[in-house]
């Protein structure tokens, strides 16, 4: 019989609103844009999709606005397969990302909204709902004390606690003791250990380094968990799919580097697609791309 981790996702549900264009407006100047695309977004939802399509049970807690991109987020979570019934409708604007992409760059006005509505009391009231996980993810597009509070439930009930410190700030000491893996990238993990005893940490933490691949200590001992080569198109999304590869990994029980491994091949074939869930592969995929790479590794020994 089939293992489908339970994967409970606490995080930010957003509407990314992207322009494409040849030239960036001075202020008060008004141009025309090349391109318009609506696309769902919010780390939290992005990792929740690739977690659901890996296989996982996937629950999202969260919040989104009484208005349209609200109602088409939560139909977009259920279509899915992710049970969205703790995502709670508030008075507010759902959270949205305005993206302007010009010569291969980008810039992101994020205005979070409903996601500010996922406050720590909001979180205690979904107690059962982490307590019944077997993984809980975390990033850092909500309230830091509504982490801290579904981090304190999870580790209260024997949960693993996966947080991608995405957008990086500080963290307070008592939450770092509490997170079994961090997943940062080589920039924010440059500030995760500023100031701090990087020992303290060393051992809970997979820096995700692009085509380079990711690296994670074993003692003292740093490891490389090769990526996959592709022939990259759009590499947004890519961090979010091997957060939700890593945890519906760990879940079925798979050691820290296969884990990886997993989250590499995910991450890889996310990048074969324009957008960050459009991209986001199924599990067969990622299965087959992990015993692809071992034949071609015999046959080169």
């Known amino acids: 019989m089939e293992n489908h981790p339970k994967i409970t996702v606490v995080g930010s549900i957003n509407m990314d609103l992207v322009t494409l264009t040849d030239k ?38 969260g919040c989104v606005g009484r208005d349209s991109f609200g109602e088409n987020l939560l139909q977009h979570l259920q ?50 709902v982490i307590a019944d996980s077997d993984i809980l993810i975390v990033q850092l597009e909500i309230p830091l004390d509504s982490v801290q509070k579904a981090v304190e439930i999870a580790k209260e009930n024997n949960v693993t606690v ?25 920039h924010e993990h ?3 250990i500023k100031g701090m005893n990087e020992q303290q940490i060393k051992e809970k933490v997979i820096v995700t380094k692009g085509s380079r691949g ?45 884990a990886c491994k997993f989250g590499n091949a995910a991450a890889a074939l996310s990048t074969l697609k324009i957008g960050a869930q459009t991209g986001m592969p199924g599990k067969e995929e990622v299965e087959t791309m992990i015993k692809i790479a071992e034949k071609m590794k015999k046959h080169m020994k």
């Open 214 to 258: 990711v690296s994670l200590y074993k003692g003292d001992e740093e490891i490389t968990i090769p990526s996959f080569r592709v022939n990259a198109i759009d590499t947004t999304g890519a961090g979010d799919s091997f957060n939700g590869g890593l945890a519906v990994a760990l879940g079925k029980g798979l050691s820290l580097a296969d």
């Open 24 to 61: 960036l407006p001075e202020m008060g100047e008004t141009i025309t844009g090349k391109q318009f695309k609506m696309n769902p977004g919010g780390k939290g939802a992005n990792q929740a999709v690739a977690a659901a399509r890996l296989g996982a049970q996937v629950k999202m807690i």
């Open 190 to 192: 440059s500030l995760l």
């Open 79 to 128: 279509n899915e397969g992710i049970d969205a019934s703790n995502v709670e409708l508030v008075n507010d604007s759902t959270g949205t990302a305005l993206i302007t992409v010009y010569n291969n760059d980008n810039n992101i006005i994020v205005v979070p909204g409903a996601n500010n509505h996922v406050t720590a009391a909001f979180v205690e009231t979904k107690r059962a």
């Open 162 to 186: 996966i947080l991608n410190p995405a957008p990086i700030t500080e963290l307070p000491a008592g939450l770092i003791e509490q997170i079994d893996y961090f997943t940062p990238n080589e």
